[in-house]
């Protein structure tokens, strides 16, 4: 099956540094997504990629579609203790089922 | 605004023993899915639905069954429970034509022992 392998799988980082993760698939999608966990909480959704190329922000974020659609990084700049949580990567698009294939999570952890 | 409701938050159950798992959403959302998440793998699908009395498997529904009687409802039900059921249960749901974006609940932690 589908499968996306996300790296790293944690991070210890100091506030205030950048983060940058990313997702690989043998697969190609339709649709990228960037979700994130607080503990205790389900995933919450970041940002949506939807073109080949495309590059969006949402604030302090910012996510890339790759060219090949099978990778997208998300890089978070000057992060804050309140980053701290499991950042997940989707895929989806290549059904009209609405299913998404999930990454195994970026466990985040940051420093004040 | 609610969202995706799950109930319960927490449950202990034993070996053998059956339980669903409730979830509902206001959103008059079409689809609704069932992910488990174990440490370190990510969101396997369960079971999902594209409407009410349509249902179909995921990647690991083996010891899962679930319904889709109306749009709102989605419930999860565990028959004869194993320690391998051990896991936080999320269900999500979205709106075809829609952004991708699933809403999700805030998870179900079950412990078989």
């Known amino acids: 099956g589908q499968q996306l392998n996300q790296s790293p799988q944690s991070m210890f980082i100091q506030e205030g540094e950048d983060v940058s993760m990313n997702c690989t698939s043998s697969?190609?999608?339709?649709?990228w997504l960037w979700y994130k966990q607080d503990p205790g909480e389900g995933p919450v959704l970041l940002i949506a990629?939807?073109?080949?190329?495309e590059l969006t922000s949402n604030g302090r974020l910012t996510a890339q579609f790759g060219i090949t659609r099978k990778d997208s990084f998300l890089n978070i700049s000057a992060s804050i203790p309140s980053d701290v949580g499991i950042y997940f990567c989707?895929?989806?698009?290549?059904?009209?089922?609405?299913?998404?294939?999930f990454g195994q999570g970026t466990t985040l952890q940051v420093k004040p | 605004n609610a969202g995706v409701t799950q109930t319960p938050k927490f449950r202990i159950l034993k070996i053998g023993q059956s339980m669903t798992l409730q979830c509902a959403q206001d959103m008059n959302h079409n689809y609704m899915y069932w992910y488990r998440q174990d440490p370190g793998m990510g969101l396997k699908l369960i079971y999902y639905?594209?409407?009410?009395?349509?249902?179909d498997k995921g990647e690991v529904p083996n010891g899962y069954n679930v319904s889709r009687s109306t749009t709102e409802d989605f419930p999860l039900r565990l028959e004869l429970a194993a320690p391998s059921q051990t896991s936080v249960y999320f269900c999500a749901s979205s709106n075809p034509g829609g952004d991708y974006g699933y809403t999700f609940g805030s998870g179900t932690r079950l412990t078989v022992v």
């Open positions: 697969s190609i999608f339709n649709t």
């Open positions: 989707a895929g989806g698009g290549s059904s009209n089922t609405g299913k998404l294939i």
């Open positions: 990629l939807y073109k080949a190329g």
């Open positions: 639905s594209v409407g009410a009395g349509i249902t």
